[in-house]
């Protein structure tokens, strides 16, 4: 099972970023994967999540209506679209995936994780 994260880079607040979790050796089908950052003296949090088998997405609060989280089906990837970058979301990003068994309608805790790729770094400058 691999998870590569890319994307991260630096852009000025109110800007945008495009990150993606190549996936590989595992189903998307039946596995969550979720979206997390770590900024400078921080706990990893969780941003976003999307589980396939229930055709659901969640975001935290700090993210809600600027990212997108979506599944690109050709390429086995989640990418996460990120709009109207803040100097707050400055963090390095990392993508996780843990595999289900049936419906899973909600985003699992950090600690739920099996897999995780290594983070990208996003700078937003003010």
């Known amino acids: 099972v691999q998870l590569q994260a890319s994307g991260g880079g630096l852009v000025q607040s109110g800007g945008s970023l495009r990150l993606s979790c190549a996936t590989s050796g595992f189903s998307l089908d039946d596995s969550i994967v979720g979206w997390f950052r770590q900024a400078p003296g921080k706990e990893r949090e969780g941003i976003s999540c999307l589980s396939s088998s229930a055709a659901f997405t969640d975001y935290a609060d700090s993210v809600k209506g600027r990212f997108t989280i979506a599944r690109d089906y050709a390429k086995n990837k989640i990418d996460l679209q990120m709009n109207n970058l803040r100097p707050e979301d400055t963090a390095i990003y990392y993508c996780?995936?843990?595999?289900?068994?049936?419906?899973?309608?909600?985003?699992?805790?950090?600690?739920?994780?099996?897999?995780w790729g290594q983070g990208t770094l996003v700078t937003v400058s003010s």
């Open positions: 996780a995936a843990v595999k289900t068994s049936g419906v899973r309608a909600y985003c699992p805790a950090r600690a739920m994780y099996d897999y």
